[in-house]
């Protein structure tokens, strides 16, 4: 029962203590903060704002999934971005390219990102593995150079083509039978609910199934609570790292997906960037669980869609930045403070149950 | 010890996300609290009658106060807002976000009663075709597309690769060392089309001056529009390999291209407003002109046709002929090389030159 309570007492305490931070902002700068608040539950539920929130935690979630898995083993993949965008920039243009009937042409795409990710994410596996270089170095650097061969491939000449009349550029659309329709579920709204979605929860549930009920969750798992007790009891730690990259980096191709068979249907040059970075802190937030990730990508898109709002009335939606900044930091500092809390009282139980059955056999005696 | 090491690595990771998050956000933040809300109640008041037109305005990343594009809009509003006396809400995007997200500004501004509105910036051209159709009431033009195009909206078009040419014409008579230089903000096809233009118009005065083109991000980093210290860096190795003129596209970049050629004692050419009379004192002598690209006056023709009751549609092209686009002439300077440019900006208007875009 202790245990249930402290595991919902550290995400309320970083909650509580992010809202407390924003209330004082809001004061500070001017504004009523419940009337701020109202503002943006009021938009945030309207149809429109709840098929948006949805769709965008989809994406979320699977970027924040994607980094859950290295740092579940103390592997830090901060190259998701590029990954993944590099993924989606092959996979719009295969997409766009090929005809096929509809359920292959959307699997053609998504084993295209799945690979493309994995094989960039690599690249930073094979450099700490031949050549000891940090991945949280490596990865950083390969999200640029991921900036430059998109740059360079999405050219018109290359994968890309002009749009007449607009000054954008992006790979060919792809057709119909490689899009994926969406859930029309949500009533009054004017969009439908991305069909990626159930991809998403398969990931998720995946994740799961892996981290607790397989051989190689459990490595991972030991991996990251102890390398030295890991490689002792036969985990091979290249392999592991090896995987477990691939495998993030694999799950960082999807990323990209939701958007582009659910609504851009092409990469273009305001394709979504930076969601690697949005994953990172989404995984922190979340504590790197499938079932914590969850509620923290549908909060970090609730706040992201209901922003929107605080503009038009005067409030700088800068505020809603600082209140995922506060979350984020407030959520690693609680745990730790929940961690220790817990050390210390096992140590006082260990101490009275020592006591006591020192006092039993000295009344024995 | 260990947990402690993994906590200070978590913090410092999410530190990282934060920073990669904030990062492309900078400059100003847009809010109601422009210079143009408070114009409206003090000094115009008198000055023209009140009309009941709201305009919506919805800037891309940066909004105003980005020394650039977005400011140019505003530019325009804010003399709408003088002149006209229409209110006004601006909006403005936030990084990363997807078409649905900028969807949702537009309803917003739809369903609050704004009209016409505004979109600065082609990267809204999705969002506009899932929105329009359903305000068939209300007006909406965007800048710089023309790619979806429809009766209640208006595309604003400009045909900056002329403007680019003429500047071209004036950096190729100006350059002693035959050696000119350009710089793009973001490797992107607007500025490809600029780029195009002035190498054009080099090409045309003076085959044997050698052009070099650079440019300072590539998408998605957009940084390239505000990052005077890559402007200054990279116009001070085009001054060191030989060039005395060069022709900075790059918005609130440009502001660090002017700082490297002050120090190297060359020319500067300025981009979309006239920067010879915006810039910082200091600077201003060494930019030789401007490529102008009126957006603030296509934003005002907007707003003017809709207090008229005639709303704009369709494509409007911003041109040499209409003087949509130019080049400046306060910089005294620039006069030797005024009888040519002018000569080359006839010969298009004529039809007997083309600009490639």
């Known amino acids: ?365 | 010890m260990f947990k402690g090491l993994k906590v200070a690595t978590l913090v410092v990771a999410g530190a990282l996300a934060l920073a990669a998050c904030g990062s492309t956000s900078g400059g100003g933040s847009s809010s109601s609290t422009s210079p143009a809300a408070s114009d409206t109640s003090s000094s115009t008041a008198s000055a023209c009658t009140p009309s009941n037109i709201k305009v919506g305005m919805a800037y891309d990343i940066g909004g105003r106060g980005d020394k650039s594009f977005n400011d140019s809009a505003a530019a325009g509003l804010d003399k709408a807002v003088k002149e006209l006396c229409v209110t006004s809400k601006e909006l403005s995007a936030v990084p990363n976000e997807t078409d649905a997200q900028k969807a949702a500004r537009l309803t917003l501004l739809a369903k609050g009663g704004y009209n016409p509105i505004i979109a600065v910036g082609f990267a809204y051209a999705p969002a506009l075709k899932l929105v329009a159709p359903k305000y068939p009431q209300v007006n909406f033009a965007i800048v710089d597309d023309s790619s979806y195009q429809a009766a209640n909206v208006a595309n604003l078009t400009f045909a900056a690769n002329e403007a680019s040419y003429l500047v071209g014409v004036i950096a190729a008579q100006a350059t002693k060392k035959k050696s000119v230089g350009y710089i793009g903000g973001v490797n992107v096809p607007l500025l490809v089309s600029f780029q195009k233009g002035f190498d054009a118009g080099v090409t045309a005065t003076d085959s044997s001056v050698k052009i070099t083109d650079k440019y300072l991000t590539q998408p998605p980093d957009f940084s390239g529009f505000n990052a005077p210290d890559k402007g200054k860096a990279t116009a001070a190795g085009m001054f060191d390999a030989g060039a005395d003129v060069v022709y900075a596209a790059a918005g609130g970049s440009g502001g660090g291209v002017f700082v490297a050629a002050k120090a190297a004692g060359t020319w500067a050419i300025g981009v979309d407003s006239d920067q010879y009379t915006s810039a910082d004192a200091a600077v201003k002598d060494v930019i030789l002109t401007s490529a102008l690209k009126n957006v603030d006056v296509a934003v005002y023709d907007v707003i003017d046709a809709a207090v008229k009751g005639s709303p704009l549609t369709g494509v409007q092209v911003y041109n040499l002929k209409n003087d949509g686009v130019g080049y400046s002439k306060s910089n005294p300077a620039v006069q030797p090389f005024e009888a040519k440019a002018d000569a080359a900006a006839q010969a298009i208007i004529a039809g007997t030159v083309t600009v490639p875009n």
């Open chain 1, 1 to 365: 029962m202790r245990k249930f309570l402290l595991a919902l007492v550290a995400p309320l305490l970083a909650l509580g203590f992010a809202l407390l931070v924003t209330t004082v902002i809001l004061l500070v700068s001017g504004h009523p903060p419940l009337d701020v608040y109202q503002q943006m539950w009021d938009y945030g539920t309207q149809p429109d704002s709840i098929v948006l929130t949805i769709n965008l935690s989809t994406t979320y979630y699977l970027a924040a999934i994607a980094v859950a898995v290295g740092f579940k083993m103390n592997l830090f993949n901060i190259g998701v971005d590029g990954q993944y965008r590099l993924a989606a920039l092959f996979a719009a243009f295969v997409g766009g390219h090929v005809s096929l009937p509809p359920v292959l042409h959307v699997t053609v795409i998504i084993l295209v990102a799945v690979i493309v990710g994995a094989l960039w994410a690599g690249v930073a596996a094979v450099l700490k593995n031949r050549r000891g270089v940090s991945e949280v170095i490596s990865t950083i650097m390969l999200n640029y150079v991921a900036t430059g061969i998109i740059a360079f491939l999405l050219a018109p000449d290359k994968f890309a083509e002009l749009i007449e009349g607009s000054n954008n550029i992006g790979t060919k659309p792809i057709p119909s039978s490689g899009q994926v329709p969406g859930f029309d579920v949500v009533s009054g709204a004017s969009a439908p609910i991305y069909g990626t979605i159930v991809l998403a929860a398969a990931v998720g549930i995946g994740f799961w199934w892996m981290l607790n009920r397989t051989r190689f969750g459990f490595d991972l798992r030991a991996s990251g609570l102890s390398p030295t007790a890991a490689t002792a009891s036969g985990i091979d730690a290249k392999r592991m790292v090896l995987f477990v990259m691939l495998l993030s980096g694999g799950l960082a191709g999807l990323i990209g997906i939701p958007q582009l068979v659910g609504a851009a249907y092409t990469y273009n040059l305001d394709f979504p960037a930076g969601l690697g970075f949005t994953g990172i802190a989404i995984a922190l937030l979340g504590r790197n669980s499938p079932v914590g990730i969850l509620f923290g990508s549908l909060l970090w898109a609730f706040l992201d869609v209901s922003r929107q709002i605080l503009d038009l009335g005067g409030v700088s939606k800068e505020i809603v930045t600082i209140m995922q900044g506060v979350a984020v930091l407030s959520v690693v500092i609680a745990y730790e403070l929940v961690r220790r809390y817990r050390i210390t009282a096992q140590q006082r139980d260990v101490g009275r149950q020592l006591a006591a059955e020192a006092e039993m056999a000295g009344a024995a005696a």
